[in-house]
């Protein structure tokens, strides 16, 4: 069936560090992917999406590529800050449902 | 735009007994979306519902339903609680289902304990 894998957490992070949180999915067709951030005691917001193979999904300094070759999805940020601590979901949803796949989510924790 | 609204926030209930949970969707959308929360087994989708039918279910027992008013607000009840139902319940709402092409919005969640 479908999934999606991230990277075990918590990251801890300096500020002004840069970012990866690993997202790699199993899909049996071709979903849209997305990252979701749950900020603390909030519900979850899409930080970005992508919804087709070599789609790069921006927001906020984020990026995320869609690579179907590698099957992944990875959340990258150049330079992240205090307010960037979160949790940090992958998740993939097909357009003919609306049921997201959400992976385990991704702590992270930025020192000043 | 007001966003997705649940109530109540928080809940404390014992074993055994119901409890119904209420989403208010962003004005306009007519999908309702119901995810469960919990440190074990993350985020895992309850049910959708469009234009008051379920469209779509998730892998959990008859104990949770649900609801869809005609204005779209949505509710969802689980019957004889158990410790393993403590968990944050989120709803999201979109236009026409939370596809690629139509966002999910989500609601702050109620947390539900179970003792």
């Known amino acids: 069936g479908d999934s999606v894998t991230q990277m075990e957490g918590p990251v801890t992070l300096s500020e002004e560090a840069f970012l990866t949180i690993n997202c790699t999915y199993t899909?049996?067709?071709?979903?849209?992917l997305f990252w979701y951030v749950q900020y603390p005691g909030e519900g979850l917001q899409l930080l970005l999406k992508?919804?087709?193979?070599?789609d790069k999904g921006s927001n906020k300094g984020f990026e995320a590529t869609y690579r179907k070759e590698t099957t992944s999805f990875h959340l990258e940020k150049g330079s992240v800050q205090v307010s960037d601590s979160a949790v940090y979901f992958c998740?993939?949803?097909?357009?003919?449902?609306?049921?997201?796949?959400f992976g385990s989510g991704t702590r992270l924790s930025i020192r000043p | 735009k007001a966003g997705v609204t649940q109530t109540p926030r928080y809940l404390i209930k014992t074993r055994g007994q119901q409890v119904t949970l209420s989403c208010s969707p962003i004005?306009?959308?007519?999908?309702v979306s119901w995810y469960q929360q919990t440190p074990g087994q993350g985020l895992q989708f309850l049910f959708e519902y469009f234009s008051e039918t379920q469209r779509n279910k998730g892998n959990f027992p008859g104990r949770f339903s649900g609801r869809q008013f005609s204005n779209s607000r949505s509710e969802m009840n689980v019957s004889t609680l158990e410790l393993g139902d403590s968990a944050l319940y989120l709803c999201a709402s979109s236009l026409d289902g939370g596809t690629g092409e139509n966002e999910q919005f989500f609601g702050p969640g109620t947390r539900l304990t179970v003792l």
């Open positions: 998740a993939l949803v097909y357009s003919s449902a609306s049921k997201i796949i």
């Open positions: 004005s306009g959308h007519r999908s």
């Open positions: 899909a049996t067709g071709y979903p849209s």
């Open positions: 992508a919804t087709k193979a070599d």
